[in-house]
């Protein structure tokens, strides 16, 4: 998809996540909102509601706020800041940024995507951007024409228009169903993105199964779905990922995802906010008018009394505050690998005409032609682990190098992140226990006795291998205790870690961003009046966005 030019926004230092507070007790014994949970959307939702001059309590289970928008140094030390969880930033509308003054900013990367192939029995591959004249000659060179190539520019043209025209909405009261299709005004747009399952667009579009695979692969982050899925799920996971910033583009955040956790948490600290980390909520409480929520901490238990109790916690979660049983609907499943590396330089490409300095700028597509992720997600749902595991990979130091220290960037270090698809979470249950490390035997060993995690991760940098001109593991920093500097993390981990309701990043599956029976006017309402969703699981959640944090106070504050 195209880029546009860098954000104007000032760009702060780079610095380390939020810093965390020690364990207090709360000032008060009622507050006018508390907050459960301290992830970028809660944090979007205090410093809203502090602004309106409410009193807002936040409680937070772990030592520092953040949630999965986090940055760290994970490797012995290494002076990298890495985006450990959540890692692209498309959808945090510039109203956020500029009503709370974070001071805040992102760059947008010069390529789109590169995507290896072999063909012919020659390795080649598709780069999109670096201009309109480059890319035409990318995919004239993959596919030997220029009409998978003018096909691309009509597709994208409609996703740019119809992102140009929902986005605004994402930060107003939820629009009805025939009132966003009137505001889209684009029947065939209409048709491709809410009607018919994506598969059948995207065949109907595209020749090429390199190309086709391209496209469905936003239809896919964190979402385990084929192209035809008839619920549609894929279609909502595409919605989501092409109308960011009323563009489409995913852009990296200057200074790592901490830099955002870190202004959210100052801008509500200073508006007034009371921010408490150790406290974990255990008990909510409510007749719809008043509330109570229970906490304990490291020095026994309190209660504190709210007029208002947003949730940035999953429903799965806010269910278990409430008593409630489990959902009808079943658990919510995540479905993705997440890795994290440092590299002593970037490996060559076996496609010669490949910068890699260019390549991993944009999305690394791996294993992701359109065949090959139907394959994948087949062998997924069968229980089996992929044969040929689909990822994508990206360098952040390409394109924010603030986030190494001066001496890894000056010889030429480079971060790298992965993230696999069709891994879903049941597809790890019953196995040994995971510590989200990687030893240097995984990399270069056998595989006995590795753990399901280990195997996926051998078998996901093979992939990657199959078409570099060296070995990924040749490229591996070593950390200050000789160990490769490679971290992976599965569902699970980020169910342990997080409390995401088994590694589900959206929280549930995402939902068209209009109104129906049961959403309410903002989409973040629950049967209780005043205990309100403000996490990804909201209507129009998922994604570094803030909105269901903007939208719990709007509805808090009977906007």
């Known amino acids: ?50 602004r309106a001059g409410r009193s807002v309590l936040l409680l937070e289970r772990l030592d520092r706020v953040g949630g999965a928008a ?18 692209l930033v498309s959808l945090l509308p510039g109203k956020i940024v500029n009503d709370l003054g974070l001071v805040f900013a992102v760059r947008h990367r010069s390529v789109s995507s ?3 192939a072999v063909r012919d029995g020659r390795p080649t591959g598709l780069l999109v951007g670096g201009g309109t004249a480059r890319t035409r000659a990318s995919f004239a060179r993959l596919t030997g024409s220029d009409r998978e190539f ?24 939820l629009p009805t169903r025939a009132q966003l299709r009137a505001r889209i005004d684009d029947e065939a747009a209409w048709q491709a993105l809410f009607e018919q399952p994506l598969g059948v667009t995207i065949e109907e579009t595209f020749t090429d199964d390199l190309v086709r695979g391209v496209v469905l692969t936003d239809g896919l982050i964190g ?6 899925d008839p619920g549609l799920a894929q279609n909502r996971c595409f919605l989501y990922h092409v109308i960011g910033g009323g563009t489409g583009d995913w852009n990296v955040p200057v200074g790592g995802m901490g830099a955002l956790t870190t202004a959210l948490a100052g801008a509500a600290r200073a508006a007034g906010a009371e921010i408490r980390t150790g406290h974990e909520a255990t008990r909510l409480e409510t007749d719809g008018t008043h509330a109570e929520v229970t906490y304990r901490h490291a020095d026994g238990t309190g209660t504190v009394a709210a007029r208002h109790v947003l949730v940035g916690a999953s429903p799965e979660e806010l269910a278990a505050l409430l008593g409630d049983g489990p959902p009808a609907a079943g658990r919510a499943e995540g479905c993705q690998l997440k890795v994290n590396m440092l590299l002593r330089r970037l490996p060559r490409l076996r496609d010669p005409e490949a910068d890699p300095r260019e390549a991993f700028a944009g999305t690394f597509h791996i294993a992701e032609g359109y065949g090959q992720l139907a394959e994948a997600h087949r062998q997924a749902a069968a229980g089996e682990l992929p044969g040929a595991p689909p990822s994508e990979i990206y360098c952040h130091s390409l394109t924010d190098p603030s986030i190494l220290g001066p001496e890894l960037a000056e010889s030429g270090h480079h971060t790298l992140t992965l993230f696999g698809l069709h891994t879903p979470a049941r597809l790890f249950e019953g196995g040994p226990a995971q510590d989200g490390g ?5 990399l270069g060993g056998d595989g006995t006795g590795d753990s399901v995690r280990d195997r996926l ?103």
Do not use: K
Not at 70 to 87: E, H, I, K
Not at 223 to 228: E, K, L, N, S, W
Not at 438 to 442: D, F, L, Y
């Open 1 to 50: 998809m195209p880029t546009t030019p860098e954000s104007t926004a000032p760009e702060p230092s780079p610095r380390e996540p939020a810093a965390s507070s020690a364990p207090a007790a709360p000032i008060r014994g009622a507050y006018d909102a508390v907050i459960v949970g301290g992830g970028h959307n809660a944090l979007v939702a205090a410093a809203y509601l502090a």
């Open 70 to 87: 986090v940055s760290t140094r994970p490797f012995a030390g290494m002076d990298a800041r890495l985006s450990r969880y959540s890692y």
């Open 114 to 116: 590169y995507t290896p």
């Open 150 to 173: 003018e096909a691309w520019q009509r597709f994208y043209g409609m996703t740019g228009r119809l992102a140009e025209r929902v986005f605004p909405t994402l930060t107003a009261p």
């Open 223 to 228: 979402t385990f779905a084929d192209a035809h």
């Open 438 to 442: 990687v030893s240097g035997g995984v």
């Open 457 to 559: 991760l051998r078998a996901t940098l093979a992939q990657l291998d199959a078409h570099l001109a060296e070995p990924l593991a040749d490229c591996l920093a070593t950390d200050a205790e000789g160990r490769p500097c490679i971290e992976a993390r599965t569902p699970l981990d980020l169910d342990r870690e997080l409390r995401l309701p088994r590694g589900h990043i959206f929280h549930r599956d995402l939902s068209f961003p209009y109104a129906t029976e049961t959403t309410g006017r903002w989409g973040v309402e629950t049967r209780h009046a005043n205990v309100l969703l403000c996490g990804a699981g909201a209507v129009r959640g998922g994604g570094v966005s803030g909105i269901p944090g903007h939208n719990a106070a709007m509805a808090a504050l009977g906007r």
